[in-house]
């Protein structure tokens, strides 16, 4: 059974940094490239960033663009995101998923595998 556990939200200002981290289990990690979506309370969930399986490409939104940073540590079947000068704007519950096939990829409905999400909020 696969299990995408995030940790690491919480409450922060603006222009703070915060990490975010994925651990998962019950899939071959280094198989999968891997995403972050966020979904803002009445909005739709939306395309953060995406990894492919060796963490040698990346793939960004352009609201996220030079602020947020996604890698991974296969050894650890963990990926990450790196936030920095969070803005308001970012407040969301942020989810992690895999998706099947090894190229980072934004497109959140082909993603097979979600978990549970953490919430980050900014206030400004």
């Known amino acids: 059974q696969v299990q995408l556990v995030e940790s690491g939200g919480g409450l922060v200002q603006a222009g703070d940094s915060l990490r975010l981290s994925c651990a998962a289990s019950?899939?071959?990690?280094?198989?999968?490239?891997m995403g972050w979506f966020r979904q803002a309370l009445g909005k739709e969930r939306e395309s953060v960033a995406s990894i492919n399986w060796s963490g040698g490409n990346t793939v960004y939104a352009d609201s996220v663009k030079g602020r947020f940073t996604i890698s991974r540590d296969n050894s650890k079947n963990t990926v990450y995101l790196q936030m920095n000068s969070l803005k308001p704007e970012d407040t969301a519950v942020y989810y992690c998923?895999?998706?099947?096939?090894?190229?980072?990829?934004?497109?959140?409905?082909?993603?097979?595998?979600w978990g549970q999400g953490t919430q980050v909020t900014v206030s400004s």
């Open positions: 019950g899939l071959p990690f280094s198989n999968h490239a």
């Open positions: 998923a895999a998706k099947n096939g090894v190229l980072a990829v934004l497109n959140r409905v082909i993603y097979t595998n």
